[in-house]
């Protein structure tokens, strides 16, 4: 087996030098487009990448892919894999959660973005941790964003709503 790592989309995940409310966004879509290594299992990050760029789409495509990607022989629906080690795989799981997270808010800096990739046909409620000790809480229906507790309340000016861009 070769390695199958996409170092090239390092400066979206883990480093965050290309994001959404950065400069040169455009070119991490494109390093997303070119990538060589593709997939929605075991540690590969693509989803994650997808979310951080704003790629709504294909973030939900890729997610849904692989909380699809259950173990038939396992007793428990989330013994997913195996994957590039062994069973249950729990990389799988910790992506797919990095995921759905950065698909409803991302930070930068004292910026809160949410849900700068999540889908409007699906509904959610939420309650996060966001940098400076804050946690994020937000009732999400067909696309809007009903209800919003940014706690402490003195940061609720940083949150930015960018429902569907």
Known sequence: ????????????????QIA???????WGVEALNRRAHKG?????QDDIFMAWLGEIARARE??????????????FPT???????????????GVLLTAVQSMLLQADGRKIYLLPAWPKDWD???????????TVEGVIKAGKLEKLIVTPESRAKDAVNMPGK
């Open 1 to 16: 087996m070769q390695n199958s790592e996409v170092p090239e989309l390092y400066a979206v995940y883990p480093f965050r």
């Open 20 to 26: 959404i409310g950065r400069p040169n966004l455009e």
């Open 40 to 44: 929605a299992s075991c540690w590969r």
């Open 62 to 75: 890729y997610v849904v892919q692989r909380s699809k990607g259950k173990n038939e022989a396992s007793r």
């Open 79 to 93: 013994f997913w894999g195996p994957g590039y080690d062994w069973l249950p795989d729990q990389d799988h799981g």
């Open 124 to 134: 959610c409620e939420f309650k996060l941790h966001a940098p400076y000790t804050n």
